[in-house]
């Protein structure tokens, strides 16, 4: 019996020094795309996936994420008072259900594996949904939902996979692939970070997961593997032929907001597919191409 998807673990213990001066006192993951901070995008997508639970695995000096997601009795007060209902709208997404929501610290930055492990009592023996809220997908279904619904099918662990150019396999975790049918494909293995030269595919994994309570087992051993980090890659790796395990090719395009170009363009991109916006945004665009 496949069990249900209803939990997710968002590692957001990141310094953010990428985008220094900014996050010297804000957690990157604060930053706005539009109007909502990236970690609103990361929940409200596996909201979308019927996913009721969630743990974020943070540090010293990022509590304003789990205040941004409290009631705001006086600011809503206010808003009440002058009658911004529109503003009071925004604000219901803001909020989750009580008891729904925890956080853990990760103290030592000693990798995404690491991250998940100090995630394990929440997850206990349970399937769970990973986001990394540096990764934002817009697509016309959650990333997160499309993963799920492959999981219904198929049980185990399901990653979002997308190709990059051979060139770049260096960055990324990259799929030893099986069975292909074009969407979903067999994972054989999974390697961290490879040189092109020696990537057994162009097949990337994203910043979304599904995946069972399995490797948690292997994360316990607490082994570091590239860049003396504790890898989540190579802990998954080892429960290839205990579970079943695919790559789904998701539809969306995915925006790397760690980075500056990256982080400009979802901008941008999501600016322009809204409707109060998109027009004044072509607009004003014209003047700078």
């Known amino acids: 019996m496949i ?54 695995v943070s540090s010293r000096g990022k509590d304003s994420l789990i205040d941004y997601f409290d009631v705001a009795p006086e600011l809503e007060d206010a808003l009440r ?16 259900t009580p008891g729904s929501m925890i956080s853990v610290r990760q103290q030592e930055p000693l990798g995404l594996g690491h991250a998940i492990w100090c995630a394990r009592e929440f997850i206990g023996n349970d399937p769970f949904a990973i986001l990394l809220p540096d990764d934002i997908v817009q697509s016309r279904t959650s990333c997160v939902a499309q993963l799920a619904e492959v999981y219904k099918k198929t049980g185990g662990n399901v990653l979002a996979v997308t190709e990059v150019p051979r060139e770049q396999t260096s960055s990324y975790g990259i799929l030893d692939i099986g069975a292909d049918d074009g969407t979903l494909v067999e994972v054989k293995g999974l390697v961290e970070k490879p040189d092109p030269k020696d990537a057994p595919s162009n097949l990337s994994v994203i910043g979304r ?58 901008q941008i991109a999501f600016a322009l597919e809204r409707e109060d916006l998109g027009s004044d945004v072509r607009n004003f665009l014209k003047k700078y191409t």
């Open 3 to 56: 069990k249900p998807l209803k939990k997710a673990v968002l590692p957001v213990a990141g310094l953010g020094t990428r985008f220094l001066p900014a996050t010297k006192s804000m957690p990157k993951e604060m930053l706005p795309v539009v109007d909502r901070p990236l970690i609103q995008y990361a929940i409200d997508e596996a909201r979308e996936a019927g996913i009721e639970e969630f743990c974020l």
């Open 209 to 266: 997961y599904v995946l069972t309570a399995d490797v948690l087992v292997h994360l316990a051993k607490q082994e570091k593997g590239a860049g003396g980090e504790i890898q989540l890659t190579d802990a998954m790796a080892k429960t290839i032929g205990h579970v079943p395990f695919h790559g789904y090719r998701y539809e969306g395009k995915r925006f790397d907001c760690g980075s500056k170009i990256g982080f400009l363009e979802a």
């Open 81 to 96: 008072a002058r009658n911004k209902t529109s503003a009071l709208k925004a604000l219901e997404a803001t909020r989750v």
